[in-house]
């Protein structure tokens, strides 16, 4: 009898802790912050969210230029297509010694943890620490972008900061357009746009639009 009692007693107490409540997971990581800025182009409008606590420096480089209007009636110049569909485009001063701020301290993809997927806004450069303020957008990832310790010379790719979250669209129409065949020199002749494309204002989205705008990248 008193087995009896010893086996039921541990199925009760078996069965009760199984009916408790599982833990509750633990709150998902609060999203690094961000700042999202308009580029109302002669095509339409593109929005950049930008990754100010991920990629600090650079996006306070862009936001100089932005707040400054230094990026007003500057163009989309450049554009790169790799395959149908991928590549990238390029914009800014050109080195306007008038508009152009001195260079930055290059933020590489190993230290932001971000990547070139599709829509990623990233800067230009020369040597390591030489950008200032010409950009790319990509059109699909280009993961040769990032910075990759493990290759020979300048393995240290280039300095995402940000993605388009709205206005890919302008951005794939940008790539496609007619470039000259003739213009430029070395791996960038026959990019440059026939018709550059204006960036006719730059401005900060104000920050009661952002809070009621939704990340995901609309494209």
């Known amino acids: 009898m008193m087995l009896r009692f010893a086996l039921l007693a541990a199925l009760v107490s078996t069965a009760a802790f199984a ?10 990581a609060p999203k690094p912050a961000t700042v999202r ?45 790799v395959a149908p569909g991928y590549g990238f485009i390029q914009g800014g001063l050109r080195n306007d010694p008038k508009r152009v701020l001195p260079p930055i301290r290059h933020e590489p993809t190993t230290q932001t ?11 230009a450069r020369a040597a390591p620490g030489t950008a200032n303020a010409d950009f790319v957008i990509t059109v699909g990832a280009i993961p040769s972008m990032d910075a990759d310790p493990k290759q020979p010379g300048d393995n240290l790719g280039f300095a995402a900061f940000g993605h388009v979250v709205e206005g890919m669209d ?42 009621t705008q939704s990340s995901p990248i609309s494209r």
Request: without cysteine.
């Open 19 to 28: 009916q408790e409540p599982a833990a509750a997971p633990p709150p998902p």
């Open 37 to 81: 800025v308009d580029l109302e182009t002669s095509e339409g409008r593109v929005v950049l969210e930008l990754e100010k606590e991920r990629a600090p420096i650079t996006t306070a480089n862009f936001l100089r230029y932005v707040d400054q209007k230094r990026l007003n009636g500057v163009t989309f110049y450049r554009a790169t297509k």
């Open 113 to 123: 943890g971000l990547t070139h997927s599709d829509g990623t806004i990233t800067m």
């Open 170 to 211: 302008i951005v794939r129409h940008i790539l496609d357009e007619p470039t000259s065949p003739t213009e430029g020199t070395g791996v960038m002749k026959g990019q440059f746009l026939v018709a550059p494309v204006k960036i006719v204002s730059a401005h900060r989205e104000a920050a009661a639009a952002q809070s």
